[in-house]
Each structure stands twice: as structure tokens, then as C-alpha cells.
């Protein structure tokens, strides 16, 4: 395998970078570790531009796509890709200059850019460390003589620069965010707090208590050899503690740098051919600042290349190709680079003899050649100025500091695991989100324990092989690895959760946010010291691995108990009913409500694109085609609420996203249970779920949810490591199938059959509700690519063909999954005597009106759906075809007078056994992402009302001649004034009688899991 592959040779080249560093002796050291990280670099590229789609190579698109650019074109987008980096270039020059002044260093600023560039040239080729910091740490410190105050500088400048990537990112991200529109909001929930730690941080050590805090922090390292220069360090860094304005200029030059540095990549973009509606300023800034901080942390390549494609190419695939946007990283680095080769001119001029005009420190100028003896004597310097020299501790050996580094490390990151995997059940069980089960009591604990054992011993090997001696490893090794498992990760989960169970999914204000950010550096501070004490004291055994892998497993052990205790016991199947004498002659009656099927696509009504055998055979057998039906809203929930009820859905109340079917409502499964019946219901909609309040009445009610991945159940779904790992996993497998929005009709065949073993004996009433054809719209026979609202919520209309067939290939599959289930009830000899119908809930738009999919109008496209009904055989002759108007309000009363069963009362639809009602008209109505509609429909007119405003942008009203105007294209509101205010009139009454008889509402509270069902089905933008 590929992965494997890759896997195995990044192991290797890790093995061989530890062996240089272990036994090779310097310089070969540093060239073979060069060799290597030029070797990583050649082969990241390769697989980037190497990578074969449909067997071509992203390359070789590449080349094809550069053939059609205009050469004046690419070369004037360079230079403005190039401009926009000497800008950047400038402000870093002019940053240095302000550094090294705030420590009484002054050079000539002509002096400073050469240097500058000569740093920029050499970093080409070697990390930013050795190549422009290393550079100009030299050249200040040999002509100065004070190296401590230029290191000073210089780390003071890396933290400003670093924390200047932070300021840019958070700049971008209220416009460049739109370009993540699947992920805004996680990205807003983590990304910020993430960006204003390290503002926060370095604006507390630089600008508030200075030497006090640094040499607090410092008191506190493990470092005791070290802390004597490190204390220098740090009263260099303090003195700009009192020079806040040169620091604040400084820092606003670090943003001007990265800034312009991100927005460089919108130019070189735009030089490679892609279009500006393509490349957004902002959305590729944005994408582009999340690049750098990729490139600044990923020291693994030479000048990060490869880390910058890949990163370009993953975050701005969906704006263009990833070939581009990794293209377009790559150019932007070229073009950067390009100026930056002129530092090998002032390399050259610039013998050991050269001496810049001038270089005061404090004022005076210096003796160029003490500065440069005195710049040589750092180590010595340093040594002699070491107020409190610590006695040398032995140091073990680097493969023992390594085990000793990783089993720290392990124990660490297992019991923070522990801690944060128990906190987030409690969580969830406290706010009553566990779902159906309790098992995330054992999977919280173990899944955390796992993940964050494994980066603390990933971390404790790096610390391991620092030369600490083994009694600091001891101390501080599980508390780093706890104290960082724990805080950060604490952090981001809080605020998950305050944004979506406190703050109904918006941010929280600035004041909480700073806050919690306090708050876990004081929570951090106070592990670090906490944990390093016991880890020295009476109980540091237990901060081993084999303590806290022995304690992990008893506590897993211990909650998987506590887990079969709270959880739920399954239900056992409902007993066998016996058939009552009032029963025996009555049909079994079984509802099938198939999701999204427009009626006009079914060889039933007259389409010919595709074939439907099984839905023609069951017309044939008795059938009774309703040529005209129509649902009362175009989306699942309220429609099927009515199809279940006889009410239309402001009488039931069942009408927005959190709403549950009221307990007041009599279903049609309760009016048949109570005659007598056994009920069932196997439905895979999530708003048909459970917590919706839609198993009123059944005996045996299944929703059959999505698959989810690793094995989980439906409370550890509800974890958000699960959450990341699902997005992670999608990402990387690729694609989509009927499994990550709901369970295909296959399943419910599968679940029909095995209620029909238990039942068929039985007079029985079940319903069966099939997605397909609901989006995402996937290609048959292979079911690995769809389209669907959640993945594309506006699709490109030259898609609209393309998915139209999709949609009809669903509907033809589905149709054969109805013959296999046909076939079955032959089998078992019920199906004659068995009333068989089949709906749907509503239909589906295909720019027939200018937009996609459903739930925001109330056109026919969405209200007509088919309405077949096979009646049992007992002698009676029904009509093949009825083509008066009907409503899918009329079909329950239809389904219990033909089984003899009594009508609930206060029901708003009549039987369709009576003889056809001409003069019934169709009250639709929706309350749904912001648009109110109703409408009303008789006498061969249609009469639609929205409100101002609305998001879809209709107008308040419309009104068409359906019998000249069918498709419902010429709006004659304002014209036909007279037939207008009639239908306002009947709309008007319609309106009252339904609210007349309202049920109080009900509301579910929406978890996480069903949160992200909806969002699957595109009911539901975002979850995060």
C-alpha cells in the first residue's frame, strides 16, 4: 500500500536523522542531516506534483493548464506577487533596525539591508534559524560585541514575528472565512482562541510585568545550567520593557510583513491563470496565513518547501484545483526567493576586512576589533557571570534519556486522557445528551487516553533527548506532558461547548473568551508545579508508564460497568398480537413514504426517462394512480407530521427544526394500534427520529441511523474527538456513500423482512420510509460519488443535467429495491390481501425555478408528489386513475375506513373510497430557514404568499393559471385582481380553521448526532 509505503520510508528517515545526530560527528553531522531533509523535500514535491488522477499527473494538468496563459500576463502578476514581498521585506529591515536599537545598538541602515539580504540568500538554503536570524545575530554581534543584547533582540523579534502570524490570521478570517462555509465555525471556535493565546502571552511578557515575570518563569526552568545566559537574555528582553512604543511599531511591522507575505499568494494565483472569482483576496490571505504557520512549524524540509504546496493545495482546493493551489505556493515562494538571490552580491563584496561606517552602542561609537574579541568570549562571559552556579548532575546516556523521556511522557498523557475523557461523559450525561446508550462512559477515557498517551510519548522522547539529567526528567517530563495534553485541549472543548450548548452556536464575548484564556494559563501554571511536586515525592511511582497504564486499564474497566449499568436495556420485540374477529376480514395495510420523488418523473404520470416495473406492476394489481396530489409543505417533517395525522402542519405544529410531534396528536398508528392492529415503523429520516415524537403509536418503531465510524454507538458520536476524527476520516477516504447521511434502502428492506418474520401472521400496519431519492444524488451502479446540498450547497447550474440523472437513476434504483420487497410479501402470500400505498413527502427543484432542492418554496415541483394505492382483493373495483385533486391530509382517513376502522376525531382530511371531490382545493404552507409561505390551489389557479424579505427571494405574491401556465412561470399578481382576492379570501379562512385547532408545540432539544444527521441532509448549514 501507498500509505504503508510512505509510512515506512518517513520511520526510516527518522531512524537515520536520530543516528547522525548520535554518532556522527560534526560538520558531516549537519550535511548529513542537510542531505536528508533536501531528500524529504524532493519527495514531497513528488508526491504533490506527481500524484496521478484518472492516470494523469497533477503535473502534467499543470502544463496543459500554463500552455493557455498569456506570458504578459503571468510575468505581470509575478511582479505583483514580487512587490507585495519587498514590502514585507522592508518592514522586516525596518523592524531589525528598531531591535536593535531599543538595545543601544545602531548601524547604518544601508548596512543593515545588505545583511539583511545576504541572511535571506543563505536562508534559502538553510532553515530561517541558520540562514537570515543566524546571519544577523552574527553581523550585530561581531561589530557590536554585544551578543547576549543581539540574541536578546533577536528572540524578542521571533516572538513579535511569531505572534504577528496569529494578528494576521485573525485580520483575514472575518472575510476569508467564507471560503470554508463546511467548516466556519469550527474553524472561528478553535482558531481564535488558538490566535490570541500567543498575543496574549507575548503581550504579558513584554508589556506588562517584564523582568519579574520572565525571571519568575526562568527561576522555574529546568535548566540550571543555562539559566546564568538565559538571565541575560532576559534583562535584554526587559529593556523594552519600558519602551512600549518602540515595541507596539515593531509589532505592527511583523503584521505589515506576514501580511503581505500572505497576500502575495493571491497575485501568484492569479499569474497561473485563476480567475479572481476563483482566488478571493481574502479567502486566499486567510488560507494562505494558515500556510506560513504550516511552513514556520514544519522544519523538516529545506525553507519549508513541499509543507507550503501541500498546505496551499489542501486549504484552498475547493477555490481551485489542489494542482494549483499548490502550484500557486510554489510560485509564490519562486517569486519571493527571486530578490532575495541578490544577497550573494554584498556576500561576495563584503571580505573579513569590511567594516560598516559606523556602529554605536549607547551612543559611543566602538572598537571594532574589541567588539569582535568580546563577541568570541560569549561561552567564557557567560560561565564567569553565573551567579549561582548548580552542582553537575550525571547525564544517562541518550538511548536511556529516550525510554526514560517516553515512559514520563506516556504517563502523562495517559491520565491527563483520563481526566478529560471522564469530564466529557459527565458532561454529556448531565446535560441529558447521551443518545440512546451510556457507552462513551468507556470510550471517552479510552480513546482519549490513547491519543494523548501517544503525543506524550512522542513528546517525552524529544524531551528525553535534551541532556537532562535524569532526576529533572523525572519531575518535569510527565508534568509538561500532562500539563499540555490537558490545557490546551481542555480549552478548545470548553469553548465548543459553550458555544453550542450556552450560547446557541455563537461565540462568547470577548470578556469570556480572555477569560478562559487567563484561566487555563493560571490552570497550566499551577499543573506544572503541581505535578512536577508528587512526581518528586511519595507517589512519583505512579507517574510511570506501567502505573498509569495498569491504573488506565482498571479505570476503563470500571466505566465499560458503570456503562451497562446506566445504559438502556434493548427492547424486546413487541409479542405476537392475535388477529380479532373484527379484523378478520380487514387488510393489512403497509405505507410506503418515499423521500424527495417528484411526482412528473414516474412513467405513472407520464415521464419516459426511466423505467419503473415494480410501482407499474403494483398499479396493475388493483391500483388506483392519483393523478393529482399534493403534499402541505415541501419538507420532511411537517409533511409527513400531516401524512400521519390528517392536520395540516400549523394545526399539529410539527413545522420547524427543533419541533416535535406533539404528545396531544392521535397518528395514524395509534388509530390503527387501537382498532386492533400490530404497528411498525422502519423509517431512516432523522427528522422521522425518536426525538422528534414521531414512534406515537407503534409498537415497534426503528430509526435506522447512519453508519458511524470505528465501532462507535450513538453517545460516543457525540464526543468531539469523534467529531474531528470523522472529518479527518471523510477527508482522507475520500468521497461520500449512503451510509454518512442515512442507511440506504437496502437496510430497510432488510429491517422489513425481519419485522414481516416476526409479524406477518398478525393484521399488521407498517410504515416504510425510503431516502432514496433524497441528495446527495449518487452515480449507479457504483454508489462512491454523490452530490448532494451539504457537500455543495449551490451547485454550479451546468451541473443541473448531470445531477437531474442522478436523481432519476436513485429513483429507478429504489423502484427495484420495492419490486425485491413486493416479491417478499408474494412469498409469504400476504400481498393480495394487502393494502399497499406509496407517497412521498415531497418533491425536489432543478433550477425549475432558479434554485435546488426543497424545503423554501411551494411550487409544484415540491407539492406534487405520486399517490398509488393497491387496494386488497376482495371482489371491489377501484378506478385505475383519479385525477381529481388530492392531498396527502386525505390519505390517512383513506387507510383506516378501508380497514373498518374508526376516524379520530377533530381529523381535517376526508376518505378518498368516496366519491371524487372536484371542488377540493390544496392548503400548503411552510415555516422553514426563514421563509413563511402558504398557498392555496383550486379551480385551476394557484395562489402562493411569502413573506417580505424572505432568503429565497420570492415575491410576496404569486398567482398562476395552472390549466394555461403548468409550470407556474407567468405571474399574474396584480392583474387578476378579482381571482386573486377570492383565493386571498379562501387562503385567509384556510389559515384560520388550521389555527383553530393548533396543538401547543413541542420542541426536542437537538444533540449532536442529530444535529449532524440533519446537517448531512442538508437541513442544517453547520453543527460546529
Not at 40 to 62: A, M, Q, Y
Not at 333 to 362: H, K, Q
Not at 632 to 643: C, E, G, N, R, V
Not at 774 to 794: E, K, N, Q, S
Request: net charge neutral; charged share 20%; aromatic share 10%.
Amino acid at each position: 500500500m501507498p500509505a504503508l509505503r510512505l509510512v515506512s520510508e518517513l520511520a526510516l528517515m527518522a531512524v537515520l536523522a536520530l543516528g547522525l545526530n548520535r554518532f556522527v560527528p560534526p560538520p558531516w553531522r549537519s550535511r548529513g542531516v542537510f542531505l536528508l531533509k533536501a531528500y524529504l523535500t524532493l519527495r514531497v514535491l513528488g508526491l504533490i506534483f506527481l500524484h496521478e488522477t484518472d492516470g494523469v499527473t497533477i503535473l502534467s494538468l499543470l502544463g496543459e493548464h500554463l500552455s493557455g496563459i498569456s506570458l504578459g500576463s503571468f510575468v505581470v502578476f509575478c511582479f505583483y506577487a514580487m512587490s507585495l514581498k519587498l514590502v514585507g521585506i522592508a518592514a522586516s529591515i525596518a523592524r531589525w533596525v528598531l531591535m536593535l536599537r531599543g538595545q543601544q545598538v545602531e548601524l547604518p541602515v544601508r548596512h543593515i539591508v545588505g545583511a539583511f539580504f545576504i541572511g535571506r540568500f543563505l536562508g534559502t538554503f538553510l532553515p530561517s534559524t541558520l540562514g537570515l536570524d543566524g546571519y544577523k545575530l552574527y553581523d550585530a554581534s561581531r561589530f557590536s560585541g554585544r551578543t547576549i543584547e543581539v540574541s536578546a533582540a533577536t528572540i524578542v523579534e521571533k516572538l513579535l514575528g511569531s505572534s504577528a502570524i496569529f494578528g494576521t490570521f485573525l485580520i483575514a478570517l472575518p472575510l476569508g472565512i467564507a471560503g470554508f462555509p463546511a467548516y466556519a465555525k469550527l474553524i472561528a471556535t478553535v482558531g481564535i482562541p488558538i490566535a490570541l493565546t500567543p498575543l496574549m502571552i507575548v503581550g504579558l511578557v513584554l508589556f506588562w510585568p517584564g523582568p519579574r515575570l520572565i525571571r519568575w518563569v526562568l527561576a522555574r526552568v529546568p535548566l540550571p545550567t543555562l539559566r546564568g545566559s538565559l538571565s541575560r537574555i532576559a534583562d535584554g528582553a526587559s529593556a523594552y520593557t519600558d519602551r512600549k512604543g518602540l515595541l507596539l511599531a515593531a509589532w505592527g511591522l511583523s503584521l505589515v510583513q506576514h501580511f503581505t507575505t500572505a497576500a502575495m499568494y493571491v497575485p501568484a494565483a492569479r499569474a497561473l491563470g485563476v480567475p479572481a472569482s476563483d482566488s478571493p483576496f481574502w479567502v486566499v490571505t486567510f488560507a494562505s496565513s494558515i500556510q506560513i504557520l504550516a511552513t514556520v512549524l514544519s522544519p523538516f524540509t529545506i525553507a519549508g518547501e513541499g509543507i507550503r504546496e501541500l498546505a496551499q493545495g489542501l486549504l484552498l482546493q475547493n477555490q481551485m484545483s489542489f494542482g494549483l493551489a499548490a502550484a500557486s505556493g510554489l510560485i509564490g515562494f519562486l517569486v519571493a526567493e527571486l530578490p532575495t538571490l541578490f544577497g550573494v552580491i554584498p556576500w561576495f563584496l563584503r571580505r573579513d576586512s569590511y567594516r560598516p561606517g559606523y556602529c554605536r552602542v549607547d551612543g559611543a561609537q566602538v572598537d571594532y576589533a574589541a567588539a569582535r574579541h568580546a563577541a568570541t568570549r560569549l561561552g567564557a562571559a557567560a560561565a564567569s557571570d553565573e551567579a549561582d552556579p548548580a552542582p553537575t548532575e550525571p547525564i544517562d546516556a541518550l538511548g536511556r534519556r529516550l525510554r526514560t523521556g517516553a515512559g514520563f511522557g506516556l504517563a502523562g498523557g495517559v491520565y491527563a486522557g483520563l481526566w478529560i475523557g471522564f469530564a466529557e461523559a459527565a458532561y454529556l450525561a448531565a446535560i441529558g445528551k447521551l443518545g440512546g446508550d451510556a457507552q462513551v462512559f468507556w470510550t471517552a477515557p479510552l480513546a482519549y487516553s490513547a491519543l494523548f498517551g501517544c503525543a506524550g510519548l512522542a513528546g517525552g522522547s524529544v524531551l528525553g533527548a535534551l541532556p537532562f539529567p535524569r532526576a529533572i526528567l523525572e519531575r518535569w517530563v510527565s508534568a509538561v506532558s500532562f500539563t499540555a495534553c490537558l490545557v490546551p485541549y481542555g480549552l478548545v472543548a470548553t469553548l465548543f461547548f459553550l458555544y453550542r450548548d450556552v450560547y446557541g452556536e455563537q461565540l462568547p464575548g470577548a470578556p469570556v473568551l480572555l477569560g478562559l484564556i487567563a484561566g487555563s494559563g493560571v490552570v497550566a501554571l499551577a499543573l506544572l508545579g503541581g505535578v512536577a511536586a508528587l512526581a518528586g515525592g511519595p507517589v512519583g511511582r505512579g507517574v510511570r508508564a506501567p502505573w498509569a497504564l495498569g491504573f488506565a486499564a482498571l479505570w476503563i474497566a470500571a466505566s465499560a460497568g458503570l456503562a451497562t449499568a446506566l445504559g438502556p436495556q434493548p427492547a424486546a420485540p413487541a409479542a405476537a398480537r392475535p388477529i380479532a374477529s373484527q379484523l378478520r376480514a380487514a387488510p393489512n395495510v403497509l405505507l410506503i413514504s418515499i423521500d424527495t420523488l417528484r411526482a412528473d418523473v414516474l412513467p405513472l404520470y407520464g415521464s419516459d426517462r426511466i423505467e419503473t416495473p415494480a410501482l407499474a406492476a403494483l398499479a396493475a394489481d388493483g391500483g388506483t394512480v392519483f393523478e393529482a396530489a399534493f403534499a402541505q409543505a415541501s419538507w420532511t417533517k411537517p409533511s409527513m407530521a400531516t401524512l400521519l395525522t390528517s392536520l395540516y402542519p400549523s394545526s399539529h405544529g410539527a413545522t420547524l427544526k427543533p419541533s416535535r410531534l406533539p404528545d396531544s396528536v392521535v397518528t395514524l398508528a395509534e388509530a390503527f394500534r387501537e382498532f386492533g392492529y400490530s404497528t411498525g415503523g422502519i423509517v431512516t429520516n432523522i427528522n422521522l427520529a425518536p426525538s422528534f415524537n414521531f414512534q406515537q403509536g407503534f409498537d415497534e418503531y426503528r430509526y435506522l441511523t447512519p453508519d458511524y465510524l470505528f465501532g462507535v454507538s450513538d453517545s460516543s458520536s457525540r464526543l468531539l474527538l469523534y467529531e474531528l476524527a470523522r472529518r479527518v476520516a471523510g477527508h482522507l477516504r475520500g468521497g461520500v456513500r449512503p451510509g454518512d447521511a442515512y442507511q440506504p434502502g437496502e437496510a430497510v428492506n432488510r429491517e422489513a423482512r425481519a419485522w414481516l418474520d416476526r409479524h406477518q401472521d398478525e393484521r399488521f400496519f407498517l410504515l416504510l420510509h425510503y431516502m432514496e431519492p433524497h441528495d446527495p444524488y449518487f452515480r449507479h451502479p457504483d454508489r462512491g460519488d454523490a452530490i448532494g446540498r451539504a457537500l455543495v450547497p449551490d451547485p454550479d447550474p451546468a451541473l443541473r443535467d448531470e445531477m437531474f440523472e442522478s436523481y432519476l437513476a436513485e429513483v429507478a434504483h429504489l423502484d427495484r429495491l420495492l419490486g425485491e420487497l413486493f416479491d417478499d410479501l408474494r412469498r409469504r402470500g400476504i400481498y393480495d390481501r394487502s393494502l399497499i400505498a406509496v407517497t412521498s413527502d415531497h418533491g425536489e427543484e432543478f433550477r425549475d425555478h432558479g434554485g435546488w432542492w426543497h424545503g423554501r418554496t411551494l411550487y409544484d415541483e415540491q407539492l406534487a408528489v405520486p399517490l398509488l394505492i393497491k387496494w386488497p382483493r376482495d371482489g371491489r373495483v377501484r378506478p385505475p386513475v383519479r385525477s381529481e385533486q388530492v392531498r396527502l391530509l386525505d390519505v390517512m382517513p383513506t387507510l383506516l375506513s378501508a380497514a373498518g376502522a374508526r376516524l379520530p376525531a377533530g381529523i381535517q382530511g376526508r376518505p378518498l373510497n368516496d366519491a371524487p371531490d372536484r371542488e377540493r382545493v390544496v392548503y400548503a404552507e411552510e415555516n422553514h430557514e426563514g421563509n413563511v409561505l402558504e398557498a392555496i390551489r383550486g379551480g385551476g389557479w394557484k395562489l402562493i404568499r411569502a413573506n417580505p424579505g424572505n432568503p429565497r427571494g420570492l415575491d410576496p405574491a404569486e398567482l398562476y393559471e395552472l390549466s394555461t401556465d403548468a409550470d407556474e412561470i407567468r405571474n399574474l399578481a396584480g392583474t387578476e385582481t378579482e381571482r386573486e382576492a377570492d383565493l386571498s379570501d379562501s387562503l385567509r379562512a384556510l389559515a384560520r380553521d388550521a389555527a383553530a385547532t393548533a396543538h401547543e408545540e413541542s420542541f426536542a432539544e437537538i444533540g449532536d448526532a442529530e444535529c449532524r444527521r440533519l446537517q448531512a441532509l442538508g437541513y442544517v448549514e453547520d453543527c460546529d
